[in-house]
């Protein structure tokens, strides 16, 4: 007897046809005394479409203003009510015995932050009784519910955090995330071809590569994965093979040696904010992005540079998610503060637990990208990542030529 819990895309589950193919999938699958859930997110573009209609009725206003995040978390919770309750439909079609349940009956708790909320604490005693008496049950993701009971979101990409908190709750032997991908490449294949896909990677590599703009998983599910050691394992809805799977420590030791570098990113949901002429005094860091960090807002590539050292004046550069840009400038206007800032940029990344240890390999991006005659705005490190901000329109090139620099026989 297994617990698994499953997750599926809104790839995965846009049509009917879809969705029913997901229910067989996992009914075919299913073993004799195997207790499954699943997890789904929305069908296709609904909450794309969901977004739209906001637009379209708050007209010239901006739906990332904080007076809007309550309501635009009721509206677009429900994208996910309509593919649990189809795929509970489809499970009984088959004969199967199915449950669906909203986040909150589910029982999961978030904090109070609307439009990128965090999970508190899951009480999965409902989930327990249905998976005893029989059931599959199909989760929400990407949602919960505050202790007052008003709905949140966890942001994009939350359905995976959902399935992984999930099979924490659950000691779930394992969390499988099926996606239109059939594992996690050494880059974007859109971009570069020859990306290599890989049969394995660590918790912490994968972090960074989420984190960094991969886009394969959200960077919350792989923290919970670590924190839980729950092993997760990304592969295709579409065929039965293999994908990739995320964990504490590589099985196969000679993959891990193949290859300094695992993965090169392309951010290119960022901006560029200078706060200029920034009074150069103790304690200024702190006022501004303390102030940032309450409406949080996550900062990245932190640059100071002196203005002019006479006047005492510095300019503060750093990047930003573009959804934080609206609350980002009426931060730093009530900062008092002038800023610019620059969308046209994007953040490459190479990500590996190999660079520890193995000098050079900065100098081999930097080298890649002066080859390639593409300039570098901000630079920021990590043990095992080194970031470079790009003009967007050179994003996909930077790419293309870091990869061929660190993966040449691909």
């Known amino acids: 007897m297994t617990l698994i819990v499953k997750k599926f895309g809104g790839s995965s589950v846009a049509t009917p046809e879809k969705i029913l193919n997901v229910a067989k999938r996992v009914v075919n699958e299913k073993k004799p ?4 859930v699943v997890v789904v997110s929305a069908m296709g573009d609904t909450t794309d479409d969901l977004i739209s209609l906001a637009k379209d009725v708050v007209g010239n206003s901006d739906i990332n203003d904080k007076m809007y995040s309550r309501e635009m978390d009721m509206l677009l919770a429900t994208g996910e009510q309509v593919s649990i309750a189809l795929l509970a439909m489809a499970f009984k079609v088959l004969g199967q015995k199915s449950m669906s349940m909203t986040g909150w009956q589910a029982g999961i708790t978030t ?42 979101t966890l942001g994009r990409g939350g359905s995976d955090t959902t399935a992984v908190a ?3 709750a659950l000691n779930a032997e394992v969390c499988e995330i099926y996606t239109d991908v059939d594992g996690i490449y050494t880059t974007d294949p859109r971009i570069v071809k020859d990306a290599r896909r890989m049969k394995e990677i660590t918790y912490n590599e994968m972090l960074e590569l989420a984190r960094l703009g991969a886009g394969v998983m959200h960077p919350r599910s792989v923290e919970l994965g670590k924190h839980y050691g729950i092993p997760i394992h990304v592969r295709s809805t579409f065929t039965s093979d293999n ?16 290859f300094v570098i695992r993965g090169v990113t392309n951010d290119m949901n960022v901006a560029k904010v200078a706060a200029l002429g920034v009074p150069d005094k103790p304690g200024i860091a702190f006022k501004i992005f303390s102030a940032l960090a309450s409406k949080f807002i996550d900062v990245d590539m932190i640059i100071q540079s002196v203005r002019n050292p ?10 930003i998610k573009k959804e934080d840009i609206a609350q980002t400038k009426e931060t730093l206007q009530d900062l008092g503060l002038n800023m610019s800032i620059d969308e046209n940029v994007s953040k490459v990344s190479v990500v ?6 193995s000098p050079g390999i900065a100098a081999t991006v930097f080298g890649a990208l002066a ?6 705005e901000a630079i920021s490190t990590s043990e095992i990542s080194i970031s470079c901000l790009v003009s967007a329109d050179k994003a996909k090139d930077a790419v293309k030529v870091i990869h061929d620099k660190f993966f040449p026989n691909n």
């Open 352 to 357: 590996g637990v190999g660079m520890l240890g």
């Open 371 to 376: 080859d390639a005659d593409i300039n570098i």
């Open 33 to 36: 005394g195997d207790k499954v």
């Open 243 to 258: 994908g990739t799977i995320i964990g504490e420590e590589y099985t196969n030791t000679m993959e891990e040696k193949e």
């Open 166 to 168: 999930i099979a924490a």
């Open 111 to 152: 904090n109070e932050m609307h439009n990128k909320a965090k999970i508190k604490d899951i009480n999965p005693e409902r989930v327990f009784k249905e998976l005893e008496e029989g059931s599959v049950v199909i989760i929400a993701g990407f949602q919960g519910n505050t202790d007052d009971g008003d709905i949140t």
């Open 310 to 319: 006479d006047e005492h004046m510095i300019d503060m550069v750093f990047t």
